[in-house]
């Protein structure tokens, strides 16, 4: 355990977000580089699925350092970045000037989205290794729908819940295909990992996490609960990183190699409020 781990898993959480910017900010994963030099950090995925965001009212929640929020100011929407990180939005701010795109930056939490980041948006958008970080996703949930305007969208792209089941530590194929979990858990799971997920080479001083697992009917149910009529779900046999080791990247996704089972690695839903 790090020396300065809590009692607190939301602040044992911002300690080791707040330690992986920096990394993160110098890392090839997020290819920081390439895109001050033009390009999107929207996989295609997302961008096949959320729409034309041109002059749209956008809210990115858990922006981290604000590359995807960036990447749709710079498809022309009036994008908004939201994240619990202080230095994750300082960081932000930085970029978006040295890349000279107008986008706004807010310091909160999920649960404040609404009283922080203000109402009326077109579109609000989450994507990939977002929810596990949450507690409550009726409070997620709840906040999204009173963010949005009438009529306006919610997407989320994510990891499929059946993949944290999976054996992500084993070392065949057969391994890390096997169920080694439960689908089903209640409360947070505590994890001990030195290792940042972008750069393994790199041991972390703030270790400790808390992480929720949200099972594909949990957050369809919040969603409609909260007033969001569901237009789609889809399931996907591609992750935009390697969940487990035994995934072969294609150029463009994370798939299961030839022969092994083709399962649900992540999802995308789109919800739109009434």
Not at 30 to 50: A, C, H, M, N, Q
Not at 205 to 232: N, Y
Request: charged share 25%; hydrophobic share 45%.
């Amino acid at each position: 355990m790090s020396a300065e781990a809590t009692d607190d898993p939301l602040a044992d959480n911002l300690a080791r977000w707040e330690e992986q910017v920096d990394i993160h900010l110098a890392s090839g994963f997020y290819r920081v580089k390439e895109f001050l030099g033009g390009e999107t950090s929207l996989d295609p995925l997302v961008l096949s699925e959320i729409g034309d965001v041109a002059g749209k009212k956008l809210l990115h929640l858990q922006c981290h350092f604000g590359l995807d929020t960036l990447s749709f100011a710079r498809m022309g929407a009036k994008a908004t970045g939201l994240d619990f990180s202080p230095k994750a939005i300082a960081a932000a701010r930085k970029l978006a000037a040295e890349a000279g795109l107008d986008a706004r930056f807010v310091n909160a939490r999920v649960d404040e989205a609404a009283k922080a980041a203000g109402t009326g948006y077109d579109i609000v958008f989450a994507s990939w290794g977002t929810l596990m970080w949450l507690p409550d996703l009726t409070v997620w949930a709840g906040n999204i729908a009173e963010c949005l305007m009438p009529g306006g969208t919610f997407y989320l792209a994510e990891g499929h819940p059946l993949l944290w089941t999976l054996d992500d530590e084993g070392k065949t194929v057969a391994e890390n295909f096997r169920i080694v979990r439960s689908y089903f858990l209640d409360g947070p799971q505590q994890w001990e990992n030195a290792h940042d997920y972008a750069e393994p080479g790199i041991a972390l001083t703030h270790f400790k996490s808390h992480e929720w697992q949200h099972t594909l009917g949990e957050v369809v149910t919040v969603l409609a609960e909260a007033g969001l009529r569901i237009d789609f779900l889809h399931e996907h046999d591609r992750l935009v990183w390697a969940g487990v080791p035994s995934l072969e990247w294609d150029g463009t996704f994370y798939r299961a190699p030839e022969g092994a089972p083709r399962l649900p690695l992540s999802y995308s839903v789109r919800a739109r409020k009434a």
